[in-house]
T-cell receptor, first 113, second 114 residues
C-alpha cells in the first residue's frame, strides 16, 4: 500500500536558519513526488516536483528537495528561512498521470524572528 | 497564468441538505479531481474524473457523493444529504496528461454543516 509520512507535525526555525522538512514514502512502484505549500486560508501551491532525471530538484522561493530511492525519502530544504516561509507544507506522491495523490499529514513551519 | 477556480469560497448548510460545489478547471486539462481536508487533518482524495466518467474513487466517495461535468468548463461535486462530518475544505484539482504529473489545485470551498 502506498503511504506518505511526514515526521514532525510542527517545525520551528529561526529566521536565517536552515529549514529541513522530512518526507518518507512507501511504494512498490516508482513514485512521482511533490511538495505543496498552503498559506492560511489559501489553496495548495506547488513548490517542486520529482518525476524523472536529476534527483536534486529546485523549486520556488529557494526550496529544494532530493529524491533518495535507497532511503525512500524526499526531504525539503531551504538554506535560510524567511518569515514569509511560515506555512503548512505537504508532501505528496502519485504513480501515474491521472492517478490520485497520496498526501502526508503536513508540517506546520513557524519562523521565529 | 491559468488557474483552477472554485465557488463558493464558503458554504454553510444544514444537516440533510444538498450542496453543490463548483469548480472551473484549467481549460486544456483533461483530468479532474476532488479532495477534502478536514480541519487539522491531511488532504484526502475523493474522486478523479476523465473522459466524462469516474476513473478512480476512494472509500470516502460513497453514494451520497456525485460528480458531473455539466458543460465544457465546469466540474461539480454534489453531496446529496450532508452530515456534520462532511464539514471540511474541499479542493478541486486538474491535470494535463501531456504536461506531467502535477495537479493544479483551486483555492478550496470551506463547507460547514450545522
Amino acid at each position: 500500500a502506498q503511504s506518505v509520512t511526514q515526521l514532525g507535525s510542527h517545525v520551528s526555525v529561526s529566521e536565517g536558519a536552515l529549514v529541513l522538512l522530512r518526507c518518507n514514502y512507501s511504494s512498490s512502484v516508482p513514485p512521482y513526488l511533490f511538495w505543496y505549500v498552503q498559506y492560511p486560508n489559501q489553496g495548495l501551491q506547488l513548490l517542486l516536483k520529482y518525476t524523472t532525471g536529476a534527483t536534486l530538484v529546485k523549486g520556488i522561493n529557494g526550496f529544494e528537495a532530493e529524491f533518495k530511492k535507497s532511503e525512500t525519502s524526499f526531504h525539503l530544504t531551504k538554506p535560510s528561512a524567511h518569515m514569509s516561509d511560515a506555512a503548512e507544507y505537504f508532501c505528496a506522491v502519485t504513480f501515474n498521470t491521472g492517478n490520485q495523490f497520496y498526501f502526508g499529514t503536513g508540517t506546520s513551519l513557524t519562523v521565529i524572528p | 497564468e491559468p488557474e483552477v477556480t472554485q465557488t463558493p469560497s464558503h458554504q454553510v448548510t444544514q444537516m440533510g441538505q444538498e450542496v453543490i460545489l463548483r469548480c472551473v478547471p484549467i481549460s486544456n486539462h483533461l483530468y479532474f479531481y476532488w479532495y477534502r481536508q478536514i480541519l487539522g487533518q491531511k488532504v484526502e482524495f475523493l474522486v478523479s474524473f476523465y473522459n466524462n466518467e469516474i476513473s478512480e474513487k476512494s472509500e470516502i466517495f460513497d453514494d451520497q457523493f456525485s460528480v458531473e461535468r455539466p458543460d465544457g468548463s465546469n466540474f461539480t461535486l454534489k453531496i446529496r444529504s450532508t452530515k456534520l462530518e462532511d464539514s471540511a475544505m474541499y479542493f478541486c484539482a486538474s491535470s494535463d496528461p501531456q504536461g506531467g504529473y502535477e495537479q493544479y489545485f483551486g483555492p478550496g470551498t470551506r463547507l460547514t454543516v450545522t
